[in-house]
T-cell receptor, first 108, second 112 residues
Framework: GEDVEQSLFLSVREGDSSVINCTYTDSSSTYLYWYKQEPGAGLQLLTYIFSNMDMKQDQRLTVLLNKKDKHLSLRIADTQTGDSAIYFCAEIVNDMRFGAGTRLTVKP | NAGVTQTPKFRVLKTGQSMTLLCAQDMNHEYMYWYRQDPGMGLRLIHYSVGEGTTAKGEVPDGYNVSRLKKQNFLLGLESAAPSQTSVYFC???????????FGPGTRLTVT
């Protein structure tokens, strides 16, 4: 079947903005999620967006949703070294389907 | 309030051995999940449970069995381990399908 797709790696400099992109599979997904995984730990919910929204902002995080293209993005403003982690997007179909994760590396 | 805990954290098995992974949550969640995480493949759902006494198959259930005898515990069993089951296993729980899933710290399993 189709997969939730993300690019695997992103590298940015400290203070720059990071944009992590995701293409999901089901246009009827009601919620779309971004999870963060730090080394050696489980996933933690970072933010989510309801499918009737185009944008959601939460402090340094901005989520953009393009339902027509089934495209989700996560923008992190003023990226810090502590933001280095793997970021997963996920959609709800019958169950939660995760992308492969984007490893964000922030260089000082 | 410990959240979601997993036992053990690490395990090495020989091919053909069996083991059980234990997941416990103290948030009174109805839903519990077992995932495996492999490099470049994200998380894949093995089995899940929507309440005490219920279990259902996920995306990759073959070679695994589960039980949910108590609401707070979800057990994942490997009856005859294979090298293809080398992975990191995560348990999660939630209040319902669309709600945030809370993850345990993971169990790293190596099958030789």
């Amino acid at each position: 079947g189709e997969d939730v797709e993300q690019s695997l790696f992103l590298s940015v400099r400290e203070g720059d903005s990071s944009v992590i992109n995701c293409t999901y599979t089901d246009s009827s997904s009601t919620y779309l999620y971004w999870y963060k995984q730090e080394p050696g730990a489980g996933l933690q919910l970072l933010t989510y967006i309801f499918s009737n929204m185009d944008m959601k902002q939460d402090q340094r995080l901005t989520v953009l949703l393009n339902k027509k293209d089934k495209h989700l993005s996560l923008r992190i403003a003023d990226t810090q070294t502590g933001d280095s982690a793997i970021y997963f997007c996920a959609e709800i179909v019958n169950d939660m389907r995760f992308g492969a994760g984007t490893r964000l590396t922030v260089k000082p | 309030n410990a959240g979601v805990t997993q036992t053990p954290k690490f395990r090495v098995l020989k091919t053909g051995q069996s083991m059980t992974l234990l997941c416990a949550q103290d948030m009174n969640h109805e839903y519990m999940y077992w995932y495996r995480q492999d490099p470049g493949m994200g998380l894949r759902l093995i089995h899940y449970s929507v309440g005490e006494g219920t279990t259902a198959k996920g995306e990759v259930p073959d070679g695994y069995n589960v039980s949910r005898l108590k609401k707070q515990n979800f057990l994942l069993g490997l009856e005859s381990a294979a090298p293809s089951q080398t992975s990191v296993y995560f348990c999660a729980s939630s209040s319902g399908t669309i709600y945030e899933q809370y993850f345990g710290p993971g169990t790293r399993l190596t099958v030789t």
